[in-house]
């Protein structure tokens, strides 16, 4: 049997991790600024994350939610003490699409109306209302096409008013990413998210934070909404979770009330994942990682704004994005392979560094030279 060919792939067999390090099957070492998609949060294979799994291990893996788990109350006391959401609630399941699926599946059940407003260049994964709500076309297959999703520009407070003026008491919820990821690193304003507050508050819609991506710590907060000074209704999680154990969940606020068998998941919330959760909370608490993210995310962001040939560095804590120009398009690609630097990408030009909230200044320091010996290179072969 032959894998299903989903993605283009970088030819490259990773075999070990360690930190913000990996090494292929030939022993060749790589600085990892991608962490997988942003899934490694604490660092690969953290002793703590690795010990704390193993044990649970020894003891219990897995049994359905059907019966007690001590594991997830202790998770929702962590995450709502670190979050400063204690007042929400907790719902576990297994992916960030997932997550979003349930979570605008919750809104619906709540307010019982069918239309989601979203914005251009989101991305809110492949589950059939999660993809609906995503800005591109190629991945929304017939059956997914529905006219309940209403896109509108990102940060265009006008047609987002207006909008709401025309459909409100029709809308069910408002998705938004902090920072968008896939899309290329577009951070939404905060007056932007603070409109959203006010006219789901108004309109009686529910304000969804994706946070799959830029949550969990990685810009510094907790939730890069957070920088708004607002509560969304709905946080969704997954990504930096369990620093790549499947792990996902969504935090509901006090006011929306639970109802049997609305939400339900075989998986969600097994005590591997639990444990795993944990882990990454206790790392991310005792290592001070949302500082370190700060501090790092600083350096990096001063230093690429400082290299001209670099357009609209951007970006929050270590989810940084800038544009490449066209004459240094190959520069991802020889990071890659000169260099031994992962690094993520968006269409059509920008790079997006999504490395372990751990990230040492020193290895920020590496990446700073080699970027820059490698923009040198390619000017030089252009010359
Ligand atoms: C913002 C955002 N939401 C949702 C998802 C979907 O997550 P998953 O691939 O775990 O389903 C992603 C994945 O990249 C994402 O970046």
Known sequence: ????????????????????????????????????????SIGHTHPHWVKRIEEQLEKIAFYSNSIKIPLQQELAAKLGKISGKEDYQLFLCNSGAEANENALKMASFHNGRKKIVAFSKSFHGRTSLAVAATDNKNYIAP?????????????????????????????????IEGIQGVGGINVADLSFLKKIR???????????????????????????????GVNADIYTMAKGMGN????????????????????????????????AALAVLEVLEE????????????????????????????????????????????????????????????KPNVIRLLPSLALKKRDAEQFIESIKEEIALLQETAS
């Open 1 to 40: 049997m032959n894998l299903f060919d989903v993605y283009p792939i970088n030819d490259v067999t990773i075999v070990k991790a360690k930190g913000s390090y990996v090494w292929d099957d030939k022993g060749e070492q790589y600085l990892d600024l991608y962490g997988g998609h942003a899934v490694i």
């Open 143 to 175: 059956v997914n096409e529905t006219d309940n999703v209403i896109f509108l520009p990102l940060n265009d407070e006008k047609a987002l008013e207006e909008c709401f003026t025309k459909n409100g008491k029709q809308i069910s919820s408002v998705i």
């Open 287 to 346: 290592e001070k990682l949302m500082g370190n993210a700060t501090l790092v995310g600083k350096y990096l962001r001063d230093e690429l704004e400082a290299i001209p040939e670099l357009k609209n560095v951007r970006g929050r804590g270590l989810m940084i994005g800038f544009d490449v120009p066209e004459e240094l398009k190959d520069l991802k690609k020889n990071l890659l392979w000169n260099q031994k630097i992962f690094t993520g990408e968006a």
């Open 198 to 228: 006010s006219l789901c508050d108004e309109y009686g819609a529910v304000y969804i934070a994706d946070s799959v991506q830029c949550g969990y710590g990685r810009t510094g907060k907790f939730f890069s909404h957070d920088f708004a």
């Open 244 to 275: 790549g154990f499947p792990v996902a969940g969504i935090i509901i606020a006090p006011h929306i009330k639970s109802k049997h068998f609305q939400l339900g998941t075989t998986f969600g919330g097994n005590h591997l994942a639990c444990a």
